[in-house]
């Protein structure tokens, strides 16, 4: 049985290793190290150093032995300090003693024991199976000397960017306002927000558009102001009769082509505490309500609250 392989098993797993009559091995942990001179990267590690006054028997390294030989304390702690004893013999002979991927140790001209651990040894487990690497430095590639070395060495060159970029100024603004202005338009004429978070609902929007559009309500800001002057203009078509003064004010949540996705949709409503009605509009659409009002104010107020989780809706009058 070789003891220093049992101390180097040891390491692995334990900060401090000692050798009783001989001393400790202490494990220093030491981060990933970038040198940016020579280009070299080196992954964590644990350094070993050693500790020479760290001499008494804590039963670490003689009870791995006990194990490993499978015999009993007093025994093993024999057989250590048999290996301490034989460390220190061949120091005091001058000779020096290497531990396999540890160290070496040897004595100086005063007597001490000096140690010198080994490089290329990691007990850091974290580190299993990494090395250190080199890698060369990019070379460095400067883009404006590149541009005023060659580009820009000829004068009708540099006199042309001069033109290209006037007229990137002029033009560049000119066609962000003709932009603003067509989304703009697009933005006043369309009287419907069309989103594709619901499926159930964008399934049948683009082919009921134009009935939404006949049942559109336009509220001035003085209504949700609390302005007691609220002005109302409903689109309607030619032949209808004038809305009468007690009309009822609707939240519309979807309008549908099949049946059964507006009562599945009403059932929804229904989970979120409303009553909802499935009814058969004049186009040939199911309209899903989900409540009555009986003022455009209060109608517009639950259609913002009701737009979190259905954000097609609508108000309409009934």
Not at 259 to 282: C, D, I, K, M, Y
Request: glycine share 8%; proline share 4%; hydrophobic share 40%.
């Amino acid at each position: 049985m070789v003891i220093s392989a049992l101390i180097r098993e040891l390491l692995f797993s334990h900060d401090c290793v000692i050798v009783p009559g001989f001393g400790g091995f202490i494990g220093n942990y030491s981060p990933a190290i970038a040198d940016k001179g020579t280009g070299t990267f080196s992954p964590p590690l644990k350094k070993i150093s050693f500790n020479r006054n760290l001499n008494h028997n804590d039963g670490l390294l003689v009870g791995r032995i006990s194990e490993a030989a499978g015999i009993n304390y007093g025994d093993a702690r024999s057989l250590a300090d048999e290996y301490a004893s034989g460390l220190l013999k061949k120091l005091n002979s001058g000779e020096k003693v290497m531990i396999d991927h540890i160290g070496v140790f040897s004595r100086n001209h005063e007597g001490s024991i000096q140690f010198e651990p080994d490089q290329g040894a990691n007990y850091f487990l974290g580190s299993f199976g990494l090395e250190s690497f080199r890698m060369e430095s990019l070379e460095v590639y400067d883009v404006r000397r590149k541009i005023s070395g060659e580009g820009m060495r000829d004068p009708l060159k540099r006199a042309a960017l001069r033109r290209n970029l006037w007229r990137a100024a002029v033009v560049v603004p000119l066609v962000s306002i003709l932009v603003a202005v067509s989304l703009k338009n697009d933005l006043f004429r369309s009287k419907a927000e069309v989103s594709s978070m619901n499926p159930l609902l964008t399934e049948e929007f683009e082919n009921n558009k134009k009935a939404l559009e006949e049942n559109t309500i336009i509220v001035p800001s003085s209504a949700l102001n609390n302005n007691p002057v609220i002005e109302e203009k409903a689109v309607v078509k030619p032949e209808a009769a004038v809305v009468e003064e007690t009309a009822i004010y609707g939240v519309i949540t979807g309008s549908f082509r099949s049946e059964q996705n507006a009562e599945a949709q009403a059932a929804l409503l229904r989970n979120e505490g409303f009553s909802p009605e499935v009814t058969l509009a004049p186009n040939g659409f199911y309209r899903v309500s989900a409540i009555k009002c009986s003022d455009i104010v209060t109608a517009r107020i639950k259609k913002d609250s009701i737009r979190a989780k259905f954000p097609e809706s609508w108000v309409t009058k009934n």
